[in-house]
């Protein structure tokens, strides 16, 4: 039987349609994907991410800890600051991506992605050096992400310090109609937005409470096909898609968050930075056909990978997907091919990401 958030009854009395997502039930959509991409892009959308996993590492060596466990440069924190991270097995496979937010010195705040969280968990504290203590706090937190354009005006007027102190990747605690809770400044969409750790028992009343805001602005409740979507087109990765533990960083174009010293699979990625094999590219359809995980692609009539992800964009109002491509690196405008149905559809691989804030966009 799948898990629930706490926020499932709100979805169930919102009208939403309810799949199984990594283990969880969870809403995909409310008033149509379409409508709530569009309404992110426009003004803004809530979602029910409750799902995710958090983890507390503290105690005097956390930082060390946290730097063995995940491939950024966690020294190079400061406290209510956040970074993108891996982390990576002895191979420098990729298990999971996260975000790791500094608290203080002593306290380290990790969120992980919910089809992995067990595993994570489990991992990390197999590799926990001395001098730490890793807490499981998946049940005690619920998550909702407010994200779009009028994200920071739908919040702003709920809690109590002024947003614009917020800085991007960053995380503070406040209050939301007497409630403690938690917002950082980070989000999956492309767009600026909060992600607000509440309290798990306390999280419905504030949903409901968010998303009378969020109407306010012109938004809605949004499920997991816009997020989806909304990520692809931001060139954001999914985990297990995108991206699994026979994926190096190199490969999967994230060696940007290489940085840390001495973290798991360090040594192994080393030999592997100048030649990964292949490497993830953004391409764009020239012909109609919605690219799907798993299909092949075709460059120069040789078959040279396969497809990650891929959607019909509804910004772009164009078929845009990823996938992993060998050989020689191919750069925008590169011609390939993607096989679906039998037949070889045209496409060229595009700069990634294929949407950036404020309406521009890649690759067209």
């Not at 969870?26 to 379409?34: C, E, I, K, N, V």
């Not at 406290?79 to 203080?104: M, T, W």
């Not at 800085?167 to 938690?182: C, H, L, M, S």
């Not at 937005?193 to 798990?200: D, K, Q, W």
């Amino acid at each position: 039987m799948a898990l629930r958030t706490p926020l499932y009854d709100e979805h169930r009395a919102l009208g939403a349609r309810i799949v199984e997502f990594g283990g969880w039930d969870m809403p995909l959509t409310y008033a149509g994907a379409l409508e709530e991409h569009r309404a992110v892009r426009t003004r803004c959308g809530l979602f029910d991410v409750s799902h995710m996993g958090e983890v507390t590492i503290s105690g005097p060596q956390a930082a060390a800890a946290v730097a063995r466990l995940t491939t950024n440069d966690v020294g190079r924190l400061r406290d209510g600051h956040a970074q993108y991270a891996l982390l990576c097995n002895e191979r420098g496979g990729i298990i999971d991506d996260l975000i790791v937010y500094r608290l203080d010195a002593q306290r380290f705040f990790i969120v992980v992605n919910a089809a992995n969280a067990q595993r994570d968990v489990a991992w990390m504290q197999a590799n926990l050096t001395g001098g730490t203590e890793l807490r499981d706090e998946s049940a005690t937190w619920a998550l909702m992400a407010l994200q779009g354009p009028a994200a920071a005006e739908a919040l702003g007027p709920l809690v109590q310090r002024p947003l614009a102190e917020l800085p991007g990747f960053a995380i503070r605690e406040d209050a939301i109609d007497g409630v403690t809770v938690r917002i950082a400044r980070t989000g999956y969409t492309g767009e600026d937005g909060f992600e607000i750790f509440v309290p798990a028992r306390q999280a419905a009343p504030l949903w409901r409470r968010v998303l009378e805001r969020a109407r306010a602005t012109g938004g809605m409740p949004t499920g997991l096909a816009a997020r989806d979507t909304l990520r692809l087109e931001a060139g954001m990765l999914l985990c297990g898609s995108d991206m699994d533990d026979r994926t190096t960083p190199w490969e999967a174009g994230l060696g940007w968050v290489v940085k840390g010293a001495d973290f798991i699979g360090r040594a192994a990625l080393e030999p592997l930075r100048a030649h990964p094999g292949r490497r993830l590219v953004a391409f764009q359809m020239d012909e109609p056909g919605v690219p799907r995980h798993g299909q092949s692609v075709f460059r120069d009539g040789e078959r040279a990978g396969e497809v990650t992800s891929g959607t019909k964009s509804p910004t772009l109002d164009s078929f845009i997907g990823l996938a992993y491509v060998s050989g020689p690196s191919a750069a925008p405008g590169t011609g390939l091919a993607v096989e679906m149905r039998g037949k070889r559809l045209r496409a060229h691989v595009v700069t990634k990401p294929f949407y950036r804030r404020g309406g521009a966009k890649e690759g067209s």
